[in-house]
Structure formats: structure tokens, C-alpha cells
């Protein structure tokens, strides 16, 4: 399987550093100038908690992919949400035939790729690693080998040839899993980005911080709630987020029981990620453009046509975006600007 990684930033550089570690056919293609350039001097770096390697896989400008002309059989997009219907023009041309798309990113964005490419050239894939790339040419992966790190679905349900392939590729990164409900565990992901990673944009906080903070806890169940209010008016069968069951959380807004079998949960996956950096927050760092438009501005979007109100999900879109244009700087103090009795 001929694979190219459009998008080498934290998870397309893990991804396709593990690749070429097993000796897999990768590309990676990136639109970071001293990204590229420094993986072709001096290779591509993976710092893991097991340790650290190196490798040189062909690595391209996106002015360079017209004239190497190279011809996948599966092209991981792993851009910013923000990104996708460009960045799934450009692959187009370079699909084999019978080739499709791997969506590796945050949100859902498989509708948008199946606009440009058609349903049967688009695969999901959802990432449960943790990830940090803070300098060209390093990536770094901030959780271990033994936690589920890739599911794979199709967007019909079914397990196809392809997807087990895929899968047995993706083995090479970490314990990769196909699955027969894709919408269910994009919605899980979806609700665990919102629930972390504006919050810890906004706040500063590291993902396993997030958890161990009363107020993070207490408007990050409010946002998983939500989630998974809209999720269910859409009749989708939504998966756990971070072990732990939707039904939870929407519980969770009545009944103090709930709530603590939460917040115990949340504890105890937030020290299974490590020191890591939810991405949104490591844009902010980077004074990039964030996501959250399709992260929880998505769950608004959605609720609003289901009728369903997410008043938590609204400020916490408002509040990154305040962030986000250096008008209040992130500080946990940004807790108390969220309003959980709306």
C-alpha cells in the first residue's frame, strides 16, 4: 500500500515517522517550508516515552508533488479542519485508482472531502495518540504504545478489504481498531476535543491539568453533555469519550453521583496522556488560527439545526475567540468567564 501524509505537523509526523520505521512506502507532504527542509537534511524525528528514532522518508513541498507525480493507494489528510476541501483537491489528482482518503483530523469532515473526492474515495479515521510539534522537522508523541491509538470506519458501516488493510498498516503506529459505527466514535472524539481542547487553549492548561481541575471538570461534563444531546437528536449511537459512556454525561447535569464517577474517570485518563498539549492550545501557543469553529462551534451549528441549545458549547466558542485575537491572554482565571448556570 503506496501511502501519502498530506499535513506533517504532531499526527501526520508520527504517523508517518512510525511508517517509515517499519519500512513502509510513505511520502509526507507538507506546506511548512522549514518543516520540509529540515526532514530532508537531517530526517524526521519521533520522540516517544519509549524513546526516540529517526528517519528519512521522500519528503515533498507542495510545489514539488506536481513533478514527482506519485500515485497513492491511501492519502492521510491530516490538516486543519479549516483546510480539508483544499487540501482534498490537491490529493485528487494523485489517488491510484481504487485509491481514497484517510480524514486523520479533529472535527467531521468526512462530508466535506466526499463534496470534492465522491463517499467511496473517503475512509475515517480517528486518532486517540496524543501528539506535540513545536520545531520543524520533531514530532513527539505523548502517549504510550498500550492505549488504542487509531479506529478506522467507513463512512457505510461496513468492514471492507481496504479498511483491514489499512488497518494492518496502521498497526505499525500503534493498536489500530476498525469499527462498524464511524459516526458514533467521530461524535466520542468530537466530545472530547470540545471538552479539552478550547479549554486548555483558553486556559493554558495541559490535557492532564484540564482533568484534575474542579472548574475543567465541571464545564467540560456541561460540554460533553451537549455533545451528546445533539449527537442523539441526530440519531447517532455516540461511543465513550475517555472511557466513559454519553449516557453519563448527560445524566450528569441532575445527578451528583454521575458527576463524580466522572470527574474519578476524568482523573484517572488524564494521567494515562501524559504532559501533552491538546492541539488547539498548541496553536495558540503558536499564534495560529484554531479549530474551534469545528469543534464546538460545529455542536452549536448542529444543535441549532436540531433544536437542541448548547449554551456552554456558545461561550466557550466566544471565549477561544477572544483568545484566539489576543484580547484576554489564556489563564485558568478564563474559568469563571464561562457561565454553567445558562
Not at 507532504?29 to 526532514?39: E, G, K, L, S, T
Not at 475543567?216 to 444531546?229: D, K, T, W
Not at 466557550?316 to 448556570?341: M, Q
Amino acid at each position: 500500500m503506496r501511502i501519502g501524509i498530506l499535513g506533517v505537523g504532531a499526527i501526520g509526523g508520527v504517523i508517518g515517522g512510525y511508517l517509515a520505521r517499519a519500512g513502509r512506502d510513505v511520502s509526507l507532504i507538507d506546506m511548512w517550508p522549514a518543516n520540509v527542509d529540515r526532514i530532508k537534511e537531517a530526517g524526521l524525528t519521533v520522540t516517544t516515552v519509549e524513546g526516540e528514532f529517526t528517519v528519512r522518508p521522500p519528503t515533498f513541498h507542495l510545489s514539488e508533488v506536481s513533478v514527482s507525480r506519485p500515485s497513492f493507494d491511501a492519502a492521510v489528510l491530516a490538516m486543519k479542519s479549516y483546510d480539508t476541501r483544499w487540501a482534498a483537491a490537491f490529493l485528487l489528482p494523485y489517488l491510484a485508482p481504487g485509491g481514497f482518503i484517510v480524514s486523520a483530523q479533529n472535527g467531521i469532515n468526512e462530508d466535506v472531502i466526499a463534496e470534492v473526492a465522491t463517499w467511496p474515495r473517503v475512509v475515517g479515521c480517528v486518532m486517540t495518540f496524543g501528539a506535540n510539534m513545536y520545531h520543524p522537522g520533531h514530532a513527539e508523541r505523548t502517549s504510550a504504545n498500550d492505549l488504542t491509538a487509531i479506529t478506522l470506519g467507513e463512512p457505510s458501516g461496513l468492514i471492507t478489504p481496504r479498511l483491514t488493510k489499512l488497518a494492518e498498516v496502521l498497526g505499525d503506529v500503534g493498536i489500530t481498531e476498525t469499527t462498524t459505527n464511524l459516526w458514533g466514535h467521530r461524535w466520542g472524539k468530537l466530545g472530547t476535543n470540545c471538552m479539552s481542547n478550547a479549554l486548555a487553549g483558553c486556559t493554558g492548561l495541559t490535557s492532564a491539568e484540564l482533568r484534575n481541575s474542579d472548574e475543567g471538570q465541571a464545564i467540560g461534563i456541561r460540554i460533553a453533555g451537549e455533545v451528546v444531546a445533539v449527537a442523539h437528536a441526530l440519531g447517532v449511537s455516540v461511543e465513550p469519550m475517555g472511557g466513559i459512556p454519553g449516557e453519563l454525561y448527560v445524566r450528569a447535569s441532575s445527578d451528583a453521583d454521575a458527576r463524580r464517577q466522572i470527574g474519578d474517570k476524568m482523573r484517572a485518563y488524564g494521567k494515562a496522556l501524559g504532559a501533552g498539549r491538546p492541539s488547539l492550545a498548541q496553536d495558540v501557543i503558536k499564534g495560529r488560527s484554531t479549530e474551534v469553529d469545528f469543534l464546538n462551534g460545529l455542536v452549536v451549528r448542529r444543535g441549532q439545526e436540531v433544536g437542541v441549545p448548547t449554551p456552554v458549547n456558545e461561550q466557550v466558542v466566544e471565549l477561544t475567540k477572544r483568545v484566539e485575537a489576543g484580547d484576554i491572554a489564556p489563564s485558568p482565571s478564563n474559568f469563571k468567564r464561562i457561565d454553567l448556570s445558562l
